[in-house]
């Protein structure tokens, strides 16, 4: 997941309502110049000879036996009754703006302060919220990074928080318990307004590191109203690929819909890490899903779409 301006290298980073018609044939339709952009080639990317099946070559760690993203394997998760209701307090004064970092976008926040924070779930401590971006693909059946028993999904939401017991962001890099990032799953549906407008001002960050104004952006409204999740202990999805992330994976996805423009295939890129080897870790489960069959996770995915962007 991307980094901000703390580090040079940046990530291309279903609370239950009515069921909506996911709309066949469609891809995330990112602005043209945007494209051209996340196509010149670079030290780390996703091309053929620069994409994640080389990353090792430059970040050993790639190898390395936590990492990300992986395949949430149902009958392989594991209820957690220690695992607490997640807290999100976001407070749309803090955000920076829009950041082009190569790969993808960030829209990034003020974390000087603990007026945007995470708490609850499977985290000790409050953590700062830093940035968020996405993940995404050329076709509506990929794009996504995670992936729940090998199905991937449209697209790929990452809010990445830092934990406050640490100095800075890049200090908490250096920890196993320094990142927390929560994925959300997106889907085609009905636009969303409040995501369209990020999409609109990529238009305004053409060049690498150029930046934009985005304000007064709410991020708890990109997720889904239900907070069940899945949680383990995995790393940064692009280089340098730090073994420092607590996964928080919403079980519900969200759905958006990003259909101005021109023809969708003449905006599309790969930004998606495939996902990585198990190696033994533990996927938690948090108690709210208890009353649940486990083999109900996969309708709920697919069917409640409670939120629509």
């Not at 928080?161 to 890049?170: I, S």
């Amino acid at each position: 997941s991307a980094l901000g301006n703390r580090y040079p290298v940046i990530s291309q980073e279903s609370a239950i309502g009515t069921r909506l018609e996911v709309q066949p044939n469609q891809q995330l339709v990112i602005p043209k110049a945007f494209q051209t952009m996340l196509q010149r080639p670079l030290l780390w990317g996703y091309g053929k000879d620069n994409g994640p099946n080389t990353w090792h070559k430059l970040f050993p760690i790639a190898n390395g036996r936590h990492q990300s993203p992986i395949d949430i394997q149902l009958w392989n998760t594991k209820f957690d009754s220690s695992l607490k209701p997640l807290n999100f307090n976001y407070d749309p004064s803090t955000t920076r703006g829009i950041v082009n970092k190569g790969y993808s976008f960030n829209v990034e926040f003020d974390d000087s302060t603990d007026k945007s924070v995470l708490s609850g779930g499977p985290l000790t401590e409050q953590y700062r919220l830093a940035h968020f971006s996405f993940h995404w693909g050329s076709r509506d059946d990929q794009g996504s990074e995670h992936s729940v028993d090998e199905l991937k999904y449209s697209a790929e939401l990452h809010l990445v928080q830092w934990n406050t017991k640490y100095k800075t962001f890049c200090d908490a890099m250096h920890h196993p318990d320094g990142l927390a990032v929560v994925g959300v799953f997106l889907t085609l549906g009905s636009a969303h307004p409040e995501l369209q407008k990020v999409i609109d001002a990529l238009g305004s960050i053409k060049k690498r590191n150029m930046s934009a104004a985005c304000t007064h952006f709410n991020p708890a409204g990109l997720l889904p109203d239900n907070h069940d999740f899945w949680t383990y202990a995995g790393s940064l999805t692009t280089p340098p690929l730090s073994e420092c992330v607590i996964w928080i994976l919403s079980k519900f996805r969200s759905l958006y819909s990003t259909t101005k423009g021109e023809h969708p295939e003449q905006h599309i890129v790969e930004n998606w890490r495939p996902c990585q080897p198990l190696e033994g870790r533990q996927i938690r489960r948090d108690p709210l899903d208890e009353h649940k069959s486990i083999l109900n996770h996969q309708s709920m995915l697919w069917q409640h779409s409670p939120l629509v962007f």
